[in-house]
């Protein structure tokens, strides 16, 4: 049971995991919706079919709308190193904010400071991996870009929680290789293909390279892949785990 205060706030979108069950994994969203209200009414909506174990609002309040060992509906249609019913050994985090449709924003201190403590707590509890924690547009990248661009990964990672390995300029004599970097992607859980490659590049940057999300893979793009395959594969060496086996086009504008 969570430690925090949270407010219980009950959803009827959920159903058994498998047996025997398991919980290795955490995805962050953000709610994508004009207000805290409006998103939990929508995740307590029995028609609508989604959901996620807790809610986080601006100021830094935590709902709890799914037992942990419950399976929550946040993920749909997502893959991520070769898995993909992801509902069923994932935890999902809401973080209140618009979204890109409705006005993106940065995400307050308070709201933080309780991510990054209820994340810890999680992560704890059921010893998620770093690589195992990864955002929504990283499991759906063709369809999702939560929580995006202005989510501070950086300190969640300070704290213990997923990966965030420091940017590294290319040397003068990095060549792009575009097989090798599909191939980067790949190894650190992406399930990309040549067809979706723009749209996989797009969230690696949403997520490790936030100055600019445009999916061009440039020489800075190629090499921070590499980077950040490098830590991905450490990670997963030290834990004795090992990736599992995997079986549309971005808008050119500049992230802001």
């Known amino acids: 049971m969570i430690q925090l205060p949270v407010i219980e706030r009950f959803s009827p979108n959920h159903g058994p995991r498998s047996e025997p069950g398991r919980i290795d994994m955490l995805v962050l969203h953000y709610t994508g919706m004009t207000t805290a209200a409006a998103a939990l009414e929508r995740l307590c909506d029995p028609h609508a ?46 973080i209140v904010n618009p979204g890109h449709e409705w006005g993106y924003r940065r995400f307050p201190e308070a709201q933080m400071a309780s991510v990054e403590r209820l994340c810890r707590e999680l992560v704890a509890r059921y010893s998620i991996l770093p690589h195992r924690v990864v955002g929504h547009s990283d499991i759906a990248p063709g369809r999702k870009s939560d929580p995006g661009e202005l989510f501070d990964w950086a300190r969640l990672a300070r704290a213990g929680i997923g990966i965030w390995p420091r940017p590294k300029p290319p040397r003068q004599d990095f060549i792009i290789n575009p097989a090798a970097a599909l191939a980067d992607l790949v190894s650190i859980g992406y399930c990309a293909s040549a067809q979706s490659r723009t749209a996989a590049l797009t969230a690696f940057q949403r997520r490790f390279r936030q100055s600019c999300c445009d999916g061009w893979l440039d020489a800075e793009t190629a090499a921070h892949l590499s980077d950040v395959r490098d830590v991905f594969a450490r990670s997963r060496a030290a834990t004795g785990g090992a990736p599992h086996t995997s079986k549309a086009k971005a808008s050119c504008k500049p992230c802001k």
């Open 49 to 94: 079919r989604v959901s996620a174990h807790y809610v986080i609002g601006e100021n830094g309040a935590i709902w709890r709308l799914v037992p942990e060992n419950r399976r929550a509906f946040h993920a749909g249609v997502a893959c991520w190193e070769g898995e993909s019913d992801l509902n069923a050994v994932s935890l999902g985090i809401e």
